[in-house]
């Protein structure tokens, strides 16, 4: 069965900062996903993740991929408040199968 | 604004009463999804249609019922429901079932509440 970790499930952080997320799986997978949901709203793809050593970058956030140790980080650089929110990381299975992480609920503070 | 539009954006209902979930999606994509999503909680997949055939069912309730008219659209059909039932539900689509390396696109959900 598959299983999606994350950490951690809450991270609060200052403006201008650093920090990364984690997100480990129990199987091998084919594909990776980010999405990032702000309260009461839908889910906003961030990265697609398809090999081992795929690195994408976008502004302030950059996602990677060790198929071999089966995690994936998202990596904040210099945060600002409108990164908050929740963010998931989503792995499939070879085949049908589509799970999502509990979630990394983020709040950047001033 | 989300290219998969879903309707109604709130719902309120009562334990007997029936009503249908709206999803529509024209950007050609063959998969569609429905996922169930508890307040403070990722997503939990329900069913997922591949060129219109239902492809995945993830032991939901049969008083959910999916239904997909034609590759555009997609209904769940709510009949019976709980109070443990209330949640918001999320449609998606994708250009292919695995969407390999594309993602899925969502749309805004439905908060549905069940009195």
């Known amino acids: 069965e598959l299983k999606v970790e994350q950490n951690p499930l809450f991270l609060s952080m200052q403006e201008g900062k650093n920090y990364t997320i984690y997100c480990n799986y129990s199987t091998t997978s084919d594909r990776l996903y980010w999405y990032r949901q702000d309260p009461g709203k839908s889910l906003e793809s961030l990265f697609v993740l398809l090999s081992n050593g795929a690195v994408k970058q976008e502004g302030r956030l950059m996602a990677s991929l060790d198929t071999k140790a089966r995690l994936s980080t998202l990596h904040i650089t210099a945060a600002v408040h409108d990164l908050s929110a929740t963010y998931f990381c989503?792995?499939?299975?070879?085949?049908?199968?589509?799970?999502f992480g509990p979630g990394t609920r983020l709040s950047v503070l001033p | 604004d989300t290219e998969v539009t879903q309707t109604p954006k709130h719902l309120v209902m009562g334990m007997t009463n029936k009503k249908s979930l709206k999803c529509e999606q024209h950007m050609g994509h063959r998969a569609m999804y429905w996922y169930k999503q508890k307040a403070k909680k990722p997503p939990e997949l329900m069913f997922v249609?591949?060129?219109?055939?239902?492809?995945i069912n993830e032991s939901v309730p049969s008083r959910f019922s999916p239904e997909c008219p034609n590759s555009s659209l997609l209904n769940l059909h709510l009949h019976a429901l709980q109070p443990e039932d209330s949640a918001l539900y999320l449609c998606?689509?994708?250009?292919?079932?695995?969407?390999?390396?594309?993602?899925?696109?969502f749309g805004d959900g439905t908060r549905l509440s069940i009195l």
């Open positions: 989503a792995v499939g299975d070879y085949g049908q199968n589509f799970v």
């Open positions: 249609y591949s060129y219109e055939k239902l492809s």
């Open positions: 998606a689509s994708s250009q292919e079932r695995t969407g390999a390396n594309q993602p899925q696109h």
